[in-house]
C-alpha cells in the first residue's frame, strides 16, 4: 500500500518519447516491465533537477533510499529487493505507445466534469452525483460524450424529463469527448505526481494521454 491507502500498482507512471515530450499515463507494473527490458530509463526530479536512470542504477538508488528515505517513495517489493516506484519514465527505443480512446465510463463522465454538477457549478462527492442525458432519452438523446453531464439530486430532479430550455436551466459548460484521459487532472492534484507538471505544461498539451 502507497501512504495515501492506495494499492502500489495502482499508482500511475507518465511516460515521456526519447524528446521528453508526455505520451500518456500507466500502471507501475507496466513501467518496471519497460525498465526491466532496457526500453526505458527512469526520470527523477533531485532538487529541482531531472536525473536520468537505468534499471540497474534505479535498483541501486532506491536501495540507498529504501535506507534513508524510506518515506519519500512508494515500493514495489520483489523477492530479492525492493524498489522504489518511479513517477516518469522515458522510452529510449520507440516514441510511441499504441493509442487507445479514452474509454467511456462513469469515472471518466465525472473525471471530465470534475465533479461539478454541470447545472449548479458545485462540487460533490461521487456518491452525491448521477449522469444527466442533456436531451433526454425520452426525447431519443442517447448515452454519448455529448450529451451525458454529472447533476446532482437537486438539479436532476428540477430538470426532470425535459431539455435545459425547458426546465430553465443551462450548462455551466458544453459536455464534449476528451482528447486525453480526464483522470491526468486527478492525478496532478496529488502531492506524489507533481513532478509531471515540467512535462504537462502548455507546449505539450496537444499530446494525447490515454
Known sequence: MSESGQPVLDTRVLVLNKHYMALRVISVRRAISLLFRDLAEVIHCEQG???????????EVSEYRQKFQPSEHDWVSTVHFDIAVP???R?????RLPRSPVKFNRRNIFARDRNRCQYCGKRFSTTELSLDHVIPRSAGGESTWENL??????????????TPDQAGMSLIAKPIRPKRNPIIHIHLAHDRYQSWKQFL??????VELT
Not at 522510452?91 to 516514441?95: A, F, I, K, N, P
Open 201 to 206: 505544461d502548455h507546449a505539450y498539451w496537444s
Open 87 to 89: 513517477r516518469i519514465i
Open 49 to 59: 533537477n531531472y536525473c536520468n536512470y537505468d534499471f540497474e542504477t534505479w535498483c
Open 149 to 162: 453531464v454529472c447533476s446532482c439530486t437537486r438539479c436532476n430532479a428540477r430538470k426532470g424529463g425535459r
Open 91 to 95: 522510452l529510449l527505443v520507440y516514441d
